[in-house]
């Protein structure tokens, strides 16, 4: 699809632009980037959750006892997601059984629970060496196999994003290192420590994707990571990767506004940057692929922030998936006495989860332990006094005040007409609400509600259809089977009439012959019908 | 040995402002032109504030109390003391005490309560209460005081009070003597009478730019509005477009015939133009959401003014202006959806 | 007078035919008001109002023969939506018509069917799979939980299972704590 915009948005990086809203929060990264980054211990179990994805359903590929391999296949989703799950280490699975699973609900799932054996063995690794020539399809598969989803939070499977872009032929790749939200510094680290890996992810993801240009985002207040970068693109020889600095203002690194800013466009109404010629990846997405590419290493760490006033050590950890949260925060020291919460993700976005038994996920960007002093204490919400605030700090210019209207009456379709859908539950106007109206609640419920009735409806459309055509096809049936009796009985009725007809000629000639001698008179003798040729009324078999 | 916490819906930071700290912003706001209201009309306006006050309160807590609504929070929302305030703000200052008390009664009762409380309600309670004293009682409500220095008060604030419990005027004078009527009255009266703006504004009442006194209140609220647009509890597209069209209908008519219409200066710095542009159309309730509703409702305040005043039957337009557009808010409201993101 | 009686009857003459134009011009097709009923039910084509399925229904309550709260699957909020429509008093559920449940779907046990076709004859909305002598399956998705092939079945192989509720995030409940939840406990029928 060729849309206008399309030219404009080849001019990406070349000038920066506004997006609407937004707020400057603080930011609070700093404390988790004192120390340099540090690997996770071997907890003594490792639950790797088989959480369902965008409606597919993960399916293990593993038994229990059996023994894995690091980096061995554990689970499948099913289509059209198609990722993989691998195991974090080498050992035994255990069992294949409830636990937490660090999903919003807070409810358990089912996970794989991994033995580790210590010896942390690799399964048969396939690195690929000539990766710059390598077929692109090659690379896409590889993203595919090694279970590589968007790591800034959104955890979409990049290679569906990676071959949607491929059909649709894009120009232009954006590493998305804009690391908006307060507290996590997990991309800042991973840039920091290793940006040779991100700049090789670049390139992996280009030739997987087939764009020209390649922009790499970072906020301004990354200070010396900008030099980093520079430095390894210089050593990578690939100078037409251009590094773009961006404001930090809430939620600039969120994929449509990172766009807005670097294009001045918006992406329409359900499509996606790819019709305009763009992919937006994570840096820590794209480092994984290359990971994946380059070493053929599946996804099975990532790096974590463990931060927040509550952790007496904040630190970034690169940790495997499945490891306990109480393990991370037990080597940054553990809780200071006041934790108060315990949240995945950052304050703005992020969700609290009930215990710290809830293990890592390739979501996890960030585990935050806030205080009591940071939560504070929750006010009364008052009635909406219609002062705006919330409609100018949206970033996707929605007026929230009547949205919240819409579904606290029930009426997901205005809501929906008001672009509910358009929200990206970024806070924003939670934060700045003066009657303290849980505004990005009612919008997450609103959303799903919303959905769900949709469905309903179309489910009851589809009744309503079947139901129909199937009292047509009955009527119809019934009207056939009338139309056919009454043909059968027309049919005797004509053939009792000629029965008749040929009766009284045959009584009259058997009459004449027997009377030779015809008497005048008018009055012919009726005979009366035989009795066994009435036609019958329920014939129809 | 893990450990369990309580878990709440993101964000997780909490909200930077509230109900309260925007109304008391406004209170603060209004301080500069209370003062000088203070000094050019004598202490008879904090009276009608303490007395406007007290019976927004009670009526608020009876309100609450019938609604069964939680008093505290409500009380301590600020809401009812900004509704009195400003109320009062539009009073001559000694008008009897009874004039709060139906004033306060009409707004909080019935245009705020009756109408679902803070946030429901569709007009701006304090223009409510203005308009039904304004409309009942014409002859008290345009008893003002001539506008003078501290110094040369008329009447002190020991007759202000008496003179506002008996209804009685404490002076051995008649309130004839005492009493001025406002330079938009005047100039009313006077325009009726055949005079051309000139000659009127050759009177005493008639100051630099505007009323003696007036447009120096004026000029202190318009310094506490700059300030709420700063804070940002007020956003400019009100304020602007409804000083705008004043002035440049004002400027219109005054060009095309500058004996009858006088100039907008005049317009800007008498009456409640510049409350009602900063404080009253502002109120976010009975206003406008979106920014171009909020352009058309500024707008439409100030040419109702300036016909209210030009055509109408009362010297200023501000309040019914701002009543009638609050009618109109909910239909601008619906055509003025900004387009959302994508869309 | 002949004047008066002239332009009277002339403007009756095109009054009418302005009436008799608007009439053809704007006329409505079917019953629009059973559409919108029909449309606010559940479909599921039960029966358990009474009418042998949801349209039948609808236009009886277009017609004013059958009340609104006879409709179990589409429960509370089915009534809310269908008052508001008709501009009726909200009722409560006719408990003669049945209570109100989560939504079901048909489960067959193909061990115990023996392929009578009994089942797939009963069900208003073809949702169910087979021919005779062949086990019978029903497609999930098309089920409407309406419990008609239940009774038909010779074997009751046929159970009702709840459909599965994905999770959700919750609505957030009016003003967050302390005093006004407990005023809003305390005063169920409130608003505000």
């Known amino acids: 699809m060729r849309l206008p915009a399309r030219e404009q948005a080849e001019l990406a990086g070349q000038r920066l632009y506004h997006f609407h809203g ?33 409606g597919a359903q993960a399916h293990a590929l593993v038994v229990q006892g059996q023994a894995v391999l690091k980096g061995q296949p554990i689970a499948r989703y099913e289509l059209p997601q198609a990722g993989l799950l691998h195991a974090p280490t080498s050992g035994t699975v255990t069992a294949i059984a409830p636990h937490p699973i660090s999903h919003p609900s807070g409810e358990e799932g089912m996970a794989v629970i991994i033995e580790p054996d210590g010896r942390d063995l690799w399964c048969k690794l396939q690195p690929m060496e000539q990766w710059q020539e390598a077929d692109p399809e090659l690379l896409r598969q590889r993203i595919a196999e090694s279970g590589i989803v968007g790591l800034g939070g959104a955890v979409f499977p990049t290679h569906i994003k990676v071959n949607q872009a491929r059909d649709k032929g894009i120009h232009t790749l954006i590493l998305n ?4 939200e307060p507290y996590i510094s997990c991309d800042e680290m991973l840039m920091r420590e290793q940006p040779q890996r991100v700049v090789q992810g670049a390139l992996v993801l280009q030739r997987a994707s087939g764009a020209r240009r390649i922009i790499i985002a970072i906020e301004d207040q990354m200070g010396e990571v900008w030099d980093f970068l520079e430095a390894a693109i210089e050593s990578s020889g690939a100078n037409h990767i251009q590094l773009v600095k961006v404001t930090n203002i809430y939620p600039e690194g969120g994929e449509k506004q990172l766009i807005q800013v670097l294009t001045g466009l918006e992406v329409p109404e359900g499509l996606r940057p790819a019709d305009l010629g763009l992919l937006c990846q994570n840096v820590a997405t794209a480092a994984a692929a290359a990971e994946a ?39 940054c020291g553990g809780y200071s006495q006041d934790a108060a919460r315990l949240l995945l993700g950052g304050p703005m976005m992020g969700y609290a989860l009930p215990s710290d038994a809830n293990p890592v996920i390739k979501a996890a960007n960030c585990i935050l332990v806030l205080t009591h002093a940071d939560v504070a204490s929750e006010r009364e919400e008052l009635p909406c006094i219609r002062c705006g605030e919330c409609a100018r700090v949206c970033p996707a210019v929605l007026l929230p005040q009547q949205l919240q209207w819409d579904l606290r009456h029930g009426l997901f379709d205005d809501a929906a007409k008001h672009g509910l859908n358009a929200c990206i539950e970024c806070g924003c106007c939670d934060l700045v609400c003066p009657s303290h109206i849980p505004l990005t609640q009612w919008f997450r419920f609103g959303k799903s509600e919303g959905r769900i009735q949709t469905e309903e409806k179309k489910t009851a459309e589809l009744a309503r259809q079947r139901f129909e055509a199937r009292e047509l096809r009955l009527a119809s049936i019934q009207q056939n089977r009338d139309k056919r009796l009454e043909e059968k009985k027309q049919n005797l009725q004509k053939q009792f009439v000629q029965q008749e007809k040929i009766t009284a000629v045959l009584q009259r000639v058997a009459q004449r012959s027997a009377q030779p001698v015809l008497q005048h008179s008018d009055a012919a003798p009726v005979a009366d019908p035989p009795d066994s040729i009435q036609p019958r009324d329920d014939e129809s078999s | 040995m893990t450990r369990t916490f309580a878990t709440a819906d993101a964000p997780h930071i909490p909200a930077t402002s509230s109900v309260a700290s925007v109304m008391q912003q406004v209170l603060y706001a209004l301080l500069p032109g209370i003062a000088a209201h203070c000094w050019y009309f004598g202490p008879g306006i904090l009276l009608q504030i303490v007395l406007a006050i007290t019976f927004a309160l009670v009526f608020e807590a009876g309100m609450l109390r019938i609604r069964q609504q939680p008093l505290r929070t409500h009380l301590l929302d600020f809401s009812a003391v900004v509704t009195a305030v400003l109320f009062a703000l539009c009073l001559p200052p000694l008008v009897p005490w009874w ?61 202000s009070i008496i003179t506002i419990f008996s209804g009685q005027l404490a ?10 009527a406002t330079p938009l009255d005047t100039l009313r009266t006077g325009i009726n009478a055949g005079l051309t703006v000139e000659e009127i504004h050759n009177s005493v009442i008639f100051g ?56 907008p200066m005049q317009h800007m710095f008498s009456g409640a133009l510049i409350l009602g542009a900063f404080f009253i159309a502002t109120d976010p309730v009975t206003g406008c959401t979106s920014n171009r509703g909020r352009l058309l409702f500024g707008a439409g305040v100030g040419v109702f003014t300036l016909v209210i005043r030009r055509w109408g039957g009362y010297p200023d337009g501000v309040a019914f202006a701002v009543l009638l557009m609050n009618m109109a808010a909910p239909l601008i409201d619906r055509y003025s959806v900004p387009r959302y993101y994508g869309k | 007078m002949p004047w008066d009686v002239f332009s009277i009857g002339l403007l009756a003459t095109l009054l009418g035919l302005g009436l008799g134009w608007a009439a ?37 309550i277009a017609a004013g023969t059958a009340e609104i709260n006879q409709c179990p699957p589409g429960g509370s909020t089915g009534i809310q939506a269908l008052a508001d429509l008709l501009g009726k008093e909200v009722l409560q559920l006719n408990p003669e018509n049945g209570q109100e449940r989560p939504r079901t779907i048909a489960l067959i046990d193909e061990q115990t069917c023996i392929g009578c076709t009994l089942c797939i004859q009963a069900c208003p909305v073809d949702a169910i799979l087979g021919a005779a002598k062949q086990m019978h399956t029903v497609i999930e998705s098309e089920c409407t939980g309406c419990d008609l092939c239940l009774p038909p079945c010779p074997v009751d192989c046929i159970v009702m299972v709840e459909r599965p509720v994905n999770w959700q995030p919750s609505m957030p409940v009016l003003g967050r704590p302390s005093s006004f939840q407990q005023w809003v406990d305390s005063n169920p029928a409130g608003h505000s």
Not at chain 1, 33 to 38: N, S, T
Not at chain 2, 211 to 237: C, D, F, K, P
């Open chain 3, 24 to 60: 053809r011009r704007f006329r409505v097709g079917a019953d629009p008001v059973v559409e919108q009923i029909n449309q606010l039910l559940p479909q599921t084509q039960c029966g358990q109002c009474g009418y042998p399925g949801c349209r039948p229904y609808a236009a009886a």
């Open chain 1, 293 to 331: 590419v380059i070493d053929g290493k599946p996804l099975i760490e990532r790096i974590v922030t463990i931060t927040g006033k509550g952790v007496k050590r904040p630190a970034n950890l690169l940790a495997l998936l499945g490891t306990p949260i109480s393990n991370l925060i037990e080597q």
């Open chain 2, 99 to 159: 004039i709060a008390m139906l004033g306060m009664f009409f707004a909080i009762v019935i245009a705020k309560h009756l109408y679902g409380g803070l946030g429901h309600n569709v007009f701006n309670p304090a223009m409510v209460g203005y308009v039904v004293v304004l409309i009942c009682f014409p002859q008290v409500m345009t008893q003002w005081l001539p506008a003078t220095a501290p110094d040369s008060w008329t009447v002190g604030l020991w007759d």
């Open chain 1, 22 to 54: 937004g707020l400057q929060l603080r930011h609070y990264k700093k404390i988790s980037c004192q120390l340099p980054l540090g690997r996770s211990k071997l907890p003594p179990r490792l639950y790797v959750p088989l959480l369902p994805h965008a």
């Open chain 1, 177 to 180: 290192g804009a690391e908006c």
């Open chain 2, 171 to 180: 002076l051995p004078v008649a309130w004839d003597a005492v009493s001025q």
């Open chain 2, 208 to 263: 630099d730019f505007g009323g003696r006194g007036w447009e120096w209140i004026a000029n202190w609220y318009a310094l506490g509005g700059l300030w709420l647009l700063w804070r940002r509890i007020i956003s400019w597209q009100v304020p602007l477009t409804m000083i705008g069209s004043v002035v440049l209908l004002g400027l219109l008519a005054y060009l095309i015939d500058s004996g009858s219409n006088p100039s």
